[in-house]
């Protein structure tokens, strides 16, 4: 448009134009306010002047790009190039002597008229913008100038307009705001706009004085669905949620995706907190129900934690970092559940962050015990295997269980280094029973899932550290859970080959408990099944914990396979354990797990009972 002025303001004052100099100033793309004079000059002066000027300056108005037009002072359309004329679907020279009324729909036309009246009771340029239909029924927006135009007295004679189709402009910069705001998964709002969001709703809940909630949503065992069903059905069910979470809440409630599996809704204008824990409670009833993909069914729950401002923080990152403290609780404490943040979750979680920061100096200074539970061949009263259990010992708080500080190791990235270590002592501990009391001991080490994962934790290591310590693979038994078996992760699978090929043996864990089942005994080339304590310690007042011990005694058998029995605690679990076939057992009624030399000790007086 801005060539277009100074194109003018050259064919006002010039009698001839070469190309070339047109060309020059066609180029160029700014304005100045007084180059707004000459343009109304010249159109003062083209009206009063020669047709051959008249049509120069029609097909300077042509050649540019943007829409251009002239009205008078009473919004009588004096002249326009063809662009205008084709926007407003007009045939050439049909415009002159028409008004917008003519044109539009009188509400547009309206609109127009005060516009045109707002900038020419100015002098600068009047800038507006507006989405409208096109004549092919498309949404475009286009931006307008406007700038009045007087005579040499500084008499308004009208308004001179130049319109431009910004919608390309428009939609490429929405589309970054949407980017930038929104998750592509699920179309919901991401973290940085839920933040935003939360800063603006906890701005008005203070003038309000009404109470705000923060619920954080996250699935749970989402990790264990994309393991065993796979990415894509993943992310279906995280599509489905976000369609399942706005259906539970109010249309104003923010609801958003803000990490992998964790959604947040922020629920404004609270009077009473029951109303939180009745939507709460809604969401997780409506979470599940079954996930329908394709011919799929899946079933996921969600844990939901509630951080209320003002009561609970003020400000926006501490009250969803309490509503996420309260989603852990909610988690630890069973799952498909809520929970409110309270102090002493805080409490318990500030315990945990330094838990964690201590294990990892714990981790380089080796801070940790060995114990190793005998496990008892049945049939005979032999030790021939032990499982080894690691301990932490803390300076402060002396020795801590394993229950309190894996799941710690294995959030943290520590748990890599330390199964590495638990696995040189068991790998040791195996040399030294071998040597000392039985060539065919073997012990039995516990692995994290999360060394399946992680590719620094590579099988080469074991096997090589076995072979410098000159054992065979047999020495040692992996005892693995599910969890490590239901990875469709090729890594896993190809460490557990590894494993296999190098002679370990092989046990899973904790079997009853979860989802493994005879397909995964099949599955995988396993040489132990270990019934859960929890079955074995029901074996007395349980029917059905019996018939479940027999049934997996039999079943593992008919596959080839040996059973150990956890936890047994009293001689009427040894005698029907011993009754249906299982061949080995360990548990308190044996021994408790027992440092290196109380081990020895164990082994040695078992020898004198045996010669004796
Ligand atoms: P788990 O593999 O099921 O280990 C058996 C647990 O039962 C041990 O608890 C053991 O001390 C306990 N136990 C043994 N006999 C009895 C009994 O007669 N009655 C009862 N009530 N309990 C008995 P612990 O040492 O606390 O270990 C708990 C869990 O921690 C283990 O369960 C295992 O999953 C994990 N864990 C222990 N050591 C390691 C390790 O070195 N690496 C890894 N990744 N996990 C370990
Ligand atoms: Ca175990
Ligand atoms: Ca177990």
């Not at 032990?386 to 301990?391: N, S």
């Not at 899973?508 to 859960?532: E, H, P, Q, R």
Request: aromatic share 8%; proline share 3%; glycine share 6%.
């Amino acid at each position: 448009m801005a060539y277009a002025v100074t194109a003018l303001t050259l064919i006002s004052s010039m009698q001839s134009v070469s190309h070339r100099q047109l060309e020059k100033f066609l180029d160029r793309d700014s304005v100045a306010a007084e180059d707004w004079q000459h343009l109304a000059e010249s159109v003062r002066h083209l009206y009063q002047s020669s047709d051959q000027q008249n049509r120069l300056l029609q097909g300077v108005m042509n050649a540019v790009q943007d829409m251009v037009y002239f009205k008078s002072i009473d919004g009588i359309y004096l002249g326009c190039n063809a662009l205008y004329e084709a926007h407003v679907g007009v045939d050439e020279g049909q415009l002159n002597g028409k008004t917008d009324h003519d044109l539009v729909i009188e509400e547009v036309a309206d609109k127009m008229e005060v516009l045109d009246r707002q900038a020419m009771s100015g002098s600068e340029q009047h800038l507006s913008e507006r989405w409208m239909g096109d004549a092919e029924g498309n949404q475009i927006c286009i931006l307008t100038r406007r700038l009045p135009y007087f005579d040499e007295h500084g008499k308004l004679l009208g308004l001179i307009g130049v319109c431009r189709d910004i919608t390309d402009i428009k939609i490429a910069h929405e589309t970054i705001t949407r980017q930038s705001n929104f998750d592509p998964l699920t179309q919901l709002p991401n973290r940085r706009y839920f933040r935003e969001r939360l800063v603006h709703e906890i701005k008005l809940a203070q003038r309000s004085k009404l109470q705000l909630a923060v619920l954080l949503i996250g699935l749970d065992k989402f990790k264990s669905i994309n393991e065993t069903f796979g990415l894509e059905m993943g992310d279906a069910v995280l599509t489905q949620t976000a369609f399942r979470i706005p259906d539970v809440v109010r249309e104003t409630d923010v609801c958003a995706r803000i990490g992998g599996d964790e959604f947040a809704v922020v629920i404004p204008n609270l009077r009473d907190v029951t109303d939180v824990e009745r939507i709460a409670q809604n969401l997780i009833n409506r979470l599940a129900e079954p996930f329908r993909i394709g011919d799929d069914e899946i079933y996921a729950t969600a844990s939901i934690g509630i951080a209320l401002y003002p009561d609970n923080a003020q400000d926006m990152d501490a009250l969803i970092k309490n509503a996420g403290q309260a989603m852990y609780y909610a988690k630890s404490s069973g799952r498909s559940r809520f929970s409110h943040f309270t102090f002493a979750l805080q409490e318990a979680a500030a315990r945990r962050g330094r838990l964690s920061r201590e294990l990892r100096r714990a981790v380089s200074h080796h801070k940790f015990e060995m114990l190793y539970q005998p496990i008892v061949e049945l049939a005979t009263g032999d030790v021939r295997r032990a499982e080894a259990l690691v301990l932490w010992n803390h300076e402060g708080r002396g020795l801590i269980g394993p229950m309190e500080f894996i799941p710690l190791a294995e959030d943290s990235g520590a748990m890599v280094e330390i199964g590495d270590w638990i696995f040189r002592q068991a790998a040791q501990q195996a040399k030294h029973l071998r040597e000392t009391f039985d060539p065919d001991f073997a012990i039995s080490v516990n692995q994290s899932p999360v060394l399946f994962r992680n590719p620094q934790a590579k099988p080469s290591d074991w096997v090589a550290y076995m072979a410098e310590l000159g054992l065979p693979g047999q020495a040692i038994v992996l005892e693995l859970t599910e969890a490590v078996f239901m990875k469709a992760e090729e890594i896993a699978k190809s460490k557990l080959e590894a494993f296999r090929d190098a002679g370990f043996q092989m046990a899973i864990d904790d079997f009853g408990t979860g989802y493994a089942s005879v397909a995964y005994l099949k599955k995988f080339d396993l040489d132990y099944v270990k019934i859960d304590q929890t079955f074995v310690q029901d074996i007395e007042d349980n029917a059905s914990a019996r018939v479940l011990c027999e049934a997996i005694i039999a079943m593992a058998h008919k596959m080839g396979l040996k059973v150990i029995a956890e936890g047994v605690e009293t001689e009427a679990q040894r005698q029907f354990l011993l009754d249906a076939g299982c061949n080995y057992a360990q548990g308190y009624l044996f021994s408790k797990p027992l440092g290196k030399s109380d081990f020895d000790r164990l082994l040695q007086k078992l020898k004198q009972n045996q010669s004796a």
